[in-house]
């Protein structure tokens, strides 16, 4: 890329002047800028820069040699370069930069708030997580005890149903005890009795 000022030799990052408004380049000696009075040029002044063709464009005049971009070059004091780091007063209140800075500052916003609300979503989501591990642990509790509850609801129909057997052969024992007894008692009966009362017991 070649400088802008009429030179015709390519341009390289030193001592460099690029207009941010038509973003052409210019040696800061085609502009009449000496190294010296570069290096006191600030950051904030370079980067909003405006060449004397942008800065001229609506008072060029023809045939004026002195109203050349080279010439029209307007280099800012040391003094002026490192106490104000304001644009301006024309780049301040150009349109096209008023837009950029509108435009920063609202990509700023919206990566303030895109991070913001990344941040809550995460954080959301964090809560939710946890509050469905919470949720299935407990859950996990109530399944082993309602298991734990069968078991124990099995083992004491169990015993329910042995001891329903042991009292129906209890009773069928006392049963069967009773009437032997009654055996006993009418065999013992049998014996006592006089043999002639039971003959005459036959006769009659």
Not at 9 to 16: D, K, S, V
Not at 81 to 93: C, M, V
Not at 130 to 151: G, W, Y
Request: overall charge neutral; charged content about 25%.
């Amino acid at each position: 890329m070649e400088c802008s000022g009429g030179c015709g030799h390519p341009l390289t990052e030193q001592l460099l002047m690029k207009c941010y408004y038509c973003k052409l380049g210019y040696h800061s000696e085609c502009l009449n800028i000496n190294p010296q009075q570069y290096k006191t040029l600030s950051k904030d002044y370079l980067a909003s820069w405006q060449c004397p063709s942008c800065c001229n464009l609506t008072r060029r005049r023809k045939g004026n040699r002195e109203n050349t971009p080279v010439r029209n070059s307007v280099i800012p004091s040391a003094e002026e370069t490192k106490t104000s780091p304001k644009l301006s007063e024309h780049q301040a209140t150009h349109p096209e930069f008023e837009l950029r800075s509108f435009t920063n500052n609202l990509q700023n916003m919206l990566q303030t708030w895109r991070k913001e609300i990344d941040d809550s979503l995460n954080r959301i989501s964090g809560d939710i997580k946890s509050a469905l591990s919470e949720v299935q642990l407990e859950m996990q509790s109530l399944r082993t005890e309602q298991a734990n509850l069968k078991s124990g609801l099995a083992s004491v129909t169990k015993d329910i149903t042995e001891l329903q057997s042991s009292a129906q052969f209890q009773s069928e024992e006392h049963a069967h005890i009773e009437k032997k007894v009654r055996e006993l008692e009418e065999f013992k009966n049998i014996k006592t009795t006089p043999w002639s009362s039971r003959r005459g017991s036959a006769i009659l």
